[in-house]
């Protein structure tokens, strides 16, 4: 899945969450796993300065996470995207997984997608730390919470 920008165009993330999913599965062992989070949070664009602002900080989180949300569509379910980043190599990896799980759905499926029921099934959650687990939770936490402001506007 690409998903647009609001304004210039660019893609606000690289791979679908089918793809991240088949390639965890290929995977034998948590070291390529590892490394291969760290290479999902390269391809992540980069979150422009402005973004990077208080209000898009994602609290709880070790590391300094921002998430932007845009939506479109039925403002009663609106289609939500996101973009994101962080200060942290494996953490914008996780970043990733985040948006590839939650961009381009109504707010009302985002509300109701457990991404923790994912993330344990391709082995994720238990080969983090409890601070990285905590952060991912955070983000987690943060998407859900606003598709269920949104989706009950």
């Not at 969450?17 to 965890?24: A, G, K, R, S």
Request: proline content about 3%.
């Amino acid at each position: 899945m690409h998903f647009a920008g609001p304004a210039n165009g660019e893609r606000l993330f690289m791979a679908s969450l089918d793809q991240i999913i088949d390639d965890f599965t290929f995977l034998d062992d948590w070291e390529d796993r590892y490394r291969y989070v760290i290479e999902l949070g390269k391809a992540l664009p980069d979150l422009a300065e402005e973004k990077r602002t208080s209000e898009n900080k994602v609290m709880g989180c070790a590391s300094q996470v921002w998430l932007v949300t845009h939506t479109s569509g039925d403002p009663d379910n609106p289609i939500m995207n996101f973009e994101g980043d962080s200060d942290a190599h494996i953490v914008r990896g996780l970043v990733a997984i985040v948006l590839a799980t939650y961009s381009g759905k109504p707010a009302s499926e985002i509300a109701a997608l457990d991404a923790f029921e994912i993330f344990s099934k391709i082995g994720l959650v238990e080969n983090l730390s409890s601070q990285r687990s905590n952060g991912l939770r955070s983000m987690v936490k943060r998407i859900r919470e606003e598709a269920q402001v949104r989706a009950a506007a």
